[in-house]
Every structure is written in C-alpha cells, then in structure tokens.
C-alpha cells in the first residue's frame, strides 16, 4: 500500500513538522532495518532463547505427563503444562515485538529476566553454579541492555489503529 503523495498546497516543513496527519502519525516511528540498533537484536534473541527453553520443558513435562508419571493433581499438573505453554508463547511475542520497535515489550522483557534472577540466583548458590550462572548472564546482560538510551530510543513505537480496508 502505498501513501498518497504530499498536497504542495499544504502546511510547510520549515518549522520542522510533517506536513500532513500521516507524515506526522510516521515521523516518530522506529526505524527499520539498518536503524536498529544491535541491543535490540540481543535481547530479543535472549528472549526467544529463553522461550524456546521454556518450550522444551514444557514438552518434557507433557512427555512425562503423558507417559504415566506420579503427580499428586492430574488436573494441577494439567494447569501447569498450561501455563509453561502460554508464558512460552507470550516470550515469543515479547521477542518479534521488541525487534519490531513496539514499547510494550520492554516491560514484559525486564519482567521475564526478574523472573529469571529469582530462579538464577538460589541456583547459582544453591550448588548449581553452572545452571545458575546460565540463567543470570543472559537474564543480566537482558537487563542492562534494556536501559541503553539506543534501545529506548528504538523501542518507543506505540500500536497504531488497524489499516482500513
């Protein structure tokens, strides 16, 4: 689709502003493409790490489910197959979204990797230092990256109205 081209007759750019209603709904939108910058691509590459993790132990949770493992609740572990599933796909969602400069995304990350510290930490001391420190050097480097003023420059899309037909 393309945008229909720009009225001559129409306001100036002289003071700066978009001539028209949708230059100035794109002119704060996040560049795509070489603007990215490379913070983006790595955290939502960890986020979709993280996700596919989640996902596999989701799997081997159904598998043993299924193949007649003990569990106290049949129905609660049910529910927890569940919600492995359903977090799994909302980090999925984290993931495209943040690489696609969305805002939202930023607080639904910062808030996986708190979730993650709370598991990496008792990990790590717990006397899995290896599992531990797996778990809190991306979740860590998620973090840190998540404040970089390029990130939050990129990452300040909001959700536009649907396209009209």
Do not use: C, H
């Not at 049910?78 to 400069?101: D, E, P």
């Amino acid at each position: 689709m393309s945008r229909p081209p720009k009225d001559p007759s129409g306001p100036s750019d002289d003071a700066g502003n978009p001539g028209t209603p949708q230059d100035r709904e794109t002119a704060g939108a996040a560049p795509s493409g070489p603007g990215r910058p490379r913070a983006v691509a790595v955290i939502s590459g960890i986020v979709a790490l993280e996700a596919t993790v989640l996902l596999a132990a989701a799997g081997w949770y159904g598998f043993q489910l299924a193949s007649g493992a003990p569990v106290m609740s049949f129905w609660g572990a049910v529910f927890t197959l569940g919600l492995l599933l359903a977090f799994a796909a909302w980090l999925y969602a984290v993931a495209v979204f943040l690489f696609r400069g969305f805002r939202w995304p930023r607080a639904g990350a910062l808030v996986a990797q708190l979730f993650v510290l709370t598991i990496g930490f008792p990990t790590l001391t717990g006397g899995l230092p290896v599992a531990g420190a797996v778990m809190l050097i991306p979740a860590a480097t998620a973090i840190v990256l998540l404040f970089d003023k390029r990130v939050i420059r990129f990452a300040s899309r909001a959700a536009s109205d649907p396209p009209a037909l």
